[in-house]
């Protein structure tokens, strides 16, 4: 798992949470829905600020303390404005704004519980079909 697992991560919660935006807009209300939506694109830069950071500040090269800086400006004081903003707006339930922060969660537990247990069912599938 690499890189690759992360960004993955970040592509399938957007991609579940405008599902979730669509049906919940219309069987439940939409401001709840919108805020499950933006709750999720919060997490997902959060998320994609962190690696960012993380990959320039241990890169084999020398780390390039512009780069750095300007991440942590953005993540930091940007980001939690916005979750400050969208808090304080109250146009969207605090419970959507966390349960769309939450879903990264969700998603990145569920993609790793797929890669240890799939691994598992293939191999007890070539066993049995030995045996049969």
């Known amino acids: 798992m690499g890189l690759e697992f992360i960004y993955r991560i970040i592509r399938t919660s957007l991609i579940v949470a405008v599902l979730f935006f669509l049906f919940i807009s219309v069987y439940h209300n939409f401001p709840f829905g919108l805020g499950l939506l933006l709750g999720t694109v919060w997490g997902c830069l959060n998320l994609f ?54 879903l990264i969660f969700a998603v990145t537990f569920l993609k790793a519980l797929g890669k240890v247990i799939l691994p598992a069912i293939t191999r007890r599938k070539g066993t049995n079909s030995n045996v049969n």
């Open 49 to 102: 600020f962190i690696t960012q950071l993380i990959i320039e500040a241990v890169s084999l090269k020398k780390p390039s303390k512009g780069k750095i800086i300007l991440i942590l400006l953005v993540k930091f004081p940007l980001l939690y404005f916005a979750g400050y903003f969208f808090l304080r707006l109250k146009y969207f339930p605090a419970e959507s704004l966390l349960v769309g922060f939450t």
